[in-house]
């Protein structure tokens, strides 16, 4: 498996587009031992991870987020990360994991020590490579589901959110971060420049801004595009182009992440006050 990831990364123009595509095959492998483990059984596969694998969002991820579907142990956690580990031994991978198996958010780090160096992509032996791992164990009610089958490095059989339930955690993250996250916006411009009409999960939407104290009004298809223009008014957006931009599979992309193009695609689906 080693040598066909050297193949893969071979072709790659720069060194970050090549740590890229190395943390997105091991995020296929590790989605690939946790399928085997029975995981997804009890976890959906959610955030811009996702929206990548299942959707061929382009612009690279970092984490592989999951909301429990079924009530999920501390137990279950750690022996789903031991499968992972032992997956990647068995190829003589280098592994390490760091957990933290908490009741609400469980999460982890897993770590491949000295894999960079060895694929000739640092310079330091002791850099290491890591990949987060984060569970909400407890998340707002009215998700919905659905299965995909996908092949991206591996054969997936992801139990995931279905689109609008992923675009209302997006929108939940839009309304309710205490900083700017570029990845967020450049989410949302993929949405709202996609060809569906689509609009959140409002029951899921409304009841993820309850449990972080949202203090505004309910949320529904008259308002939620107003609210966001709110936010975009207030954003800096050469923070955004920051963030985002070591992600992008197209450099270019990041000229359109301006808050002009965000009002107006925002603004294109409001409804107009009826007049008396």
């Given at each position: 498996?080693?040598?066909?990831?050297?193949t893969?990364?071979?072709?790659?123009e720069?060194?970050?587009?090549?740590?890229?595509?190395?943390?997105?095959?091991?995020?296929?492998?590790?989605?690939?031992?946790?399928?085997?483990?029975?995981?997804?059984?009890?976890?959906?596969?959610v955030?811009?991870?996702?929206?990548?694998?299942?959707?061929?969002?382009?612009?690279?991820?970092?984490?592989?987020?999951?909301?429990?579907?079924?009530?999920?142990s501390?137990?279950?956690?750690?022996?789903?990360?031991?499968?992972?580990?032992?997956?990647?031994?068995?190829?003589?991978?280098?592994?390490?994991?760091?957990?933290?198996?908490e009741?609400?958010?469980?999460?982890?780090?897993?770590?491949?020590?000295?894999?960079?160096?060895?694929?000739?992509?640092?310079?330091?032996?002791?850099?290491v490579?890591?990949?987060?791992?984060?569970?909400?164990?407890?998340p707002?009610?009215?998700?919905?589901?659905?299965?995909?089958?996908?092949r991206?490095?591996s054969?997936?059989?992801?139990?995931?959110y279905?689109?609008?339930?992923?675009?209302?955690?997006?929108?939940?993250?839009?309304?309710?971060?205490?900083?700017?996250?570029?990845?967020?916006?450049?989410d949302?411009?993929w949405?709202?420049?996609?060809?569906?009409?689509?609009e959140?999960?409002?029951?899921?939407?409304n009841?993820?801004?309850?449990?972080?104290?949202?203090?505004?009004?309910?949320?529904?298809?008259?308002?939620?595009?107003?609210?966001?223009?709110?936010?975009?008014?207030t954003?800096?957006?050469?923070?955004?182009?920051?963030?985002?931009?070591?992600f992008?599979?197209?450099?270019?992309?990041?000229?359109?992440?301006t808050?002009?193009?965000?009002?107006?695609?925002?603004?294109?689906?409001?409804?107009?006050?009826?007049?008396?």
């Amino acid at each position: 498996m080693k040598e066909h990831l050297k193949t893969l990364l071979q072709h790659c123009e720069y060194t970050h587009q090549a740590r890229c595509i190395l943390r997105e095959y091991l995020q296929a492998r590790t989605l690939e031992f946790l399928q085997y483990k029975g995981a997804f059984a009890n976890w959906a596969f959610v955030g811009g991870t996702a929206l990548r694998f299942l959707y061929s969002l382009p612009r690279f991820s970092e984490d592989l987020d999951f909301s429990a579907t079924k009530e999920s142990s501390e137990a279950d956690f750690v022996d789903y990360l031991r499968a992972v580990k032992l997956g990647f031994e068995r190829e003589l991978y280098a592994v390490a994991i760091k957990a933290k198996p908490e009741k609400t958010v469980q999460s982890a780090f897993l770590k491949f020590p000295g894999l960079l160096h060895e694929l000739n992509l640092s310079g330091q032996e002791s850099e290491v490579l890591s990949i987060k791992i984060e569970v909400d164990t407890h998340p707002p009610k009215g998700w919905t589901c659905e299965n995909t089958v996908v092949r991206r490095h591996s054969m997936l059989n992801l139990n995931h959110y279905t689109k609008p339930s992923l675009l209302a955690g997006k929108v939940h993250a839009l309304l309710s971060r205490s900083y700017t996250k570029g990845r967020d916006y450049y989410d949302l411009l993929w949405y709202l420049t996609g060809q569906e009409q689509l609009e959140p999960n409002f029951i899921q939407l409304n009841n993820a801004l309850l449990q972080t104290g949202w203090k505004g009004p309910a949320l529904h298809s008259g308002n939620w595009r107003a609210l966001l223009v709110e936010r975009v008014n207030t954003t800096d957006f050469k923070k955004v182009v920051e963030d985002v931009d070591p992600f992008l599979e197209k450099k270019e992309e990041s000229s359109l992440l301006t808050q002009a193009n965000f009002i107006k695609l925002l603004s294109s689906g409001l409804t107009p006050p009826s007049s008396v």
